[in-house]
């Protein structure tokens, strides 16, 4: 590779982070404050394509983003999937072909610069705790609304990443006895009630059923069957509708409960609500910190943990990745 | 004080551990292989008593540990309660009369010795992951069923205490939404559903209904409603009685299902079960496998935790405590 | 006995209907309107007194409303407790002495009249579908709202008694699976959920861990623990206090679950809300039909069965054991 | 129609039935013993078919049997649906293209015999009660366990039909609150709990998630997930394998809970359970009836109903609408 010279100001080192979701490769060179000074992306090939072609994406991304900027001490790759506790392999990604892939030497042969693998939420949570909504804490838990829900814990200043490397698996948590199946195989998991799949589950069910919950502006705002997203109820909401309203508040109860209970087992110092859903903002934040409040065991007589929306929006991950990366190859 | 000479031969440093229980304060000096070469215990004063009289009671248990062997270099504490993150003050003891209780710095005044303070429970899963259960094991959750359920947590080798040092709560996870009511205020709270006090409320209202479940040899052993303890159930279990047995497995259940989101959230490589009702060691774990597995999701594809009893008994506390003041002491 | 002279103008038969209480035996000289002329009460005895006593009760309170008007064609008993499908025998009644007690013929021996004896909540049914807010239906349930949850079933215009005299008792329908502990041993039964006790209970849970939920409202009317009541609780609700609705809309919520339930087994027309609860009104009802809409499957498409409170307050239960007794009498 | 010569011995008037399924129309002629002496059956025509389709068909059956004996004195049919409380209108057939169809007028008008129209779980308990499991009681219940929940209710020796003709929808009795979601659009329904459908469902969830649970014969006999349907899993269990057994006792614990809850409201005499689950027997039954024991509130002390099996299989409803047409038109 030719690398461009590199033009930033700063003392602390440049990184690269890339962010491998489930439609698109994203990087950016990230400085250390965080700022995305650079930024390249691809859409993420399909699953059906080899792992040497997302290798290609990946390195190609790098390229890119080395010419702009070739003082870059290290890339951070934060991925979708299990990632072992050695952090070299992506032992399961559910939107690629890996499959036990040793993407950490691939990339280190064909890339001569450190490569930090880790599972994205990881990397997220690493993002709003070194320069978003978890800056000053040094216990935090991250709670990620998408398809699922998806998690990542920092305690004592340190991503806790398991025995397995694959902790933060919040979505498969039992809420509920006997409740609505989850495409895992078991019962009432939290993901069932709290993600934005279990919210526009639930509106179409109110939909397919004609009931009279069905408001004419949430009919209006949201359409029909096919084309009610998650994004679309948050608007009819924050347009005022009642039903899409209740909605998230209903996921936000649900949230809440899920977040007693890890506050109850980890005592973080804040809990910080990402994914697509969070954009509902205090929509969803106040029945969730209400019972959450209701929920805790002790509430009055300890110290409460703050219940705060993401701050980093979609770059937290490869801000994250980043830094996790320029801390590891310069401790 | 007066201090005995040392005839120890072991190299390493020796220290005190004292377990503050509800009835019992036991203490023990503690090598540096996790073995207990002196012991001490007092009764625990009653709540109604001063601050200053459990100090005393703790003085006076060192200091004929110290007669038999005065070669310590620290002394650790561990006591049921909250500790907060400073590990100097006991915020709140459910048997004593500490409230925000400055207990370190008031040992510390009066032994001339390193003072560690720590929850027991934290102790208790120090002291097993050193010597006992968890020997090997870098990411360790023990959970102690006793009257309620209390737990510790170790990642990466470190003791897990959380942001205001109250982490490891799990028996207030809510297992059953509108569940059984708790002490605590809420519902449906994992400890109303593994725990002794869970297993013998069970049993009597078994007896109580008269029920037909109720069999002769768990009549004779475990007598009527007042003399029910779990102990007696624990030994009719042993004894072959249906009923017993089936009480312990449904505990067993609920504990796996507990497990099985805790191993969602923390990825550890063991779970420790103690605490009293521990004691039936299969006759609780087998269940407790058998739901655990049926609830973790990716059954099959991930590696499964395993669940084991304790093996340190009641000294876990003592000897944990031991050597998390030693290694603070000799870092 | 030595009886008064009619001077009742009607052509209707007089009958005299008795409620058996835990606190009060009360009578009443009933017309055909179902208005009551005359009426009588007694304290009811002590559970420690033989059947002896209280036969002499009734009898006392029979005698006195003769001398009124002793142009009576029959008598009515409804008697809290199960009474057997022949509506002779009182099987056992909680708060009596009687256990198989043949009350029909030891009443009728001292009595020259017809006796008839039923359950109370039967009782109670029957004088709300024939006098009160069940007029003009020929298919109710009635759900009674009092330390428990007492109902009575009336089909096709008549009172359903199942075929060991014990149908209607709703209260121990299980809503949630390992939910809250029944005294009946079971865990999950609906009266733990709906009813004065679980009202005054939930109250004091909040009260007991110093809720921030509780209102200075609440607190003043309520008073404390001791002292705190179901009807205290209404009447902090009549005055606006927000804690206390909604504690009752918690109550009312369960209720609307419950009676869906019951709608898709039995489809009555109407569901009549009695007990000490039900004076809150719709404090309690809509909340109860909301939930009732809400959980009705089919809801939009099929009649939907109204849900109103009781008409006929405490002399329900003795108009309408007139009023069976008379037509039992006079076919 | 041309009708051919009775040749009948009996004294008792015979009487077609007709069962109106999602498969086939059967119909039979029935003696006054229950027997059916005469059979006829057709396709039932797709639900794109018009009413009069419909209509054509049931004639054509009738004819046929009437050809063979035509000393009828009524015709009964039972339908899948509702089927108003007139017993002259068939409101919704889930099945054909019936809704609000007058249906009764439309045969009068056609066949110049009595008609009488009723629900098929109606027809069937009435058969079952008349001569099958439940002869010589006064009060059942009927649970069928198809792909859903359907149920009739006999009180006093009459069938319960409900203010709208709709009673005995069971099946959307509330088991669980959160729990699994139900077509209905409401969740925890009790068929997702107790039906063959959701027997075949589980199967499938621990195929498709290949739970180790899944036993070498389990999956010779039922296959891969789209052969997989109740009657082999149902061989499956008869042939001794432990995760159809245990499928099945899984079905039959929820049966017994809902059981218990409509035991508490109905005190009826037995439960007959029909359906194509049922054919699994005590391998299905005798799980219900010991959860059943649990969860009966006064168990011990108050007679119980008995579960039984149904006995007269498929032709429970024929049998059930001949009899009640007879009885309609001989009173």
Chains 1, 2, 3, 4 share one sequence.
Request: aromatic share 4%.
């Amino acid at each position: 590779m030719s690398h461009a010279k590199s033009t930033h100001p700063s003392t602390a080192p440049l990184a690269i982070g890339i962010d491998i979701g489930g439609t698109k490769v994203a990087g950016g060179i990230v400085d250390g404050d965080g700022a995305v000074v650079h930024r390249a992306r691809r859409d993420t090939p399909e699953r059906s394509k080899s792992p040497k072609v997302v290798e290609d994406t990946i390195v190609s991304v790098v390229e890119e983003l080395l010419a702009q900027d070739a003082d870059v001490t290290a890339i951070g790759i934060g991925a979708a999937g299990f990632v072992d506790a050695d952090r070299a392999t992506v032992v399961f990604a559910p939107h690629l072909s890996w499959r036990n892939e040793p993407l950490r030497d691939a990339l280190s042969r064909r890339i001569g610069l450190p490569i930090f693998v880790d599972n994205d939420a990881n990397a997220a949570i690493w993002g709003e705790s070194r320069f978003g909504a978890g800056v000053g804490e040094s216990h935090l838990v991250m709670v990620n609304l998408g398809t699922g829900i998806g998690g990542g814990i920092v305690l004592d200043g340190k991503v806790v990443r398991g025995r397995h490397g694959i902790a933060g698996e919040f979505g498969h948590m039992q809420l509920v006895p006997d409740g609505i199946r989850c495409e895992c195989g078991n019962r009432g998991c939290w993901e069932q009630y709290a993600s934005g799949n279990a919210l526009v589950r639930e509106a179409r069910a109110l939909m397919d059923n004609h009931s009279p919950m069905v408001t004419p502006l949430f009919a209006e705002i949201c359409g029909g069957h096919d084309v009610l997203t998650g994004p679309v109820i948050t608007e009819a909401a924050q347009a005022g509708d009642l039903l899409a309203r209740e909605l998230l508040a209903e996921i936000g109860r649900w949230l809440g409960i899920g977040i007693a209970d890890l506050a109850a087992a980890l005592d973080p110092g804040v809990f910080i609500i990402g994914g697509g859903v969070s954009a509902a903002g205090d929509l969803l934040l106040e029945p969730a910190r209400e019972t959450f409040r209701r929920h805790l065991t002790g509430r009055g007589y300890r110290p409460e943990a703050r219940i705060v929306a993401a701050a980093l929006g979609n770059e937290a991950g490869l801000i994250g990745a980043a830094d996790l990366a320029r801390h590891d190859a310069n401790p």
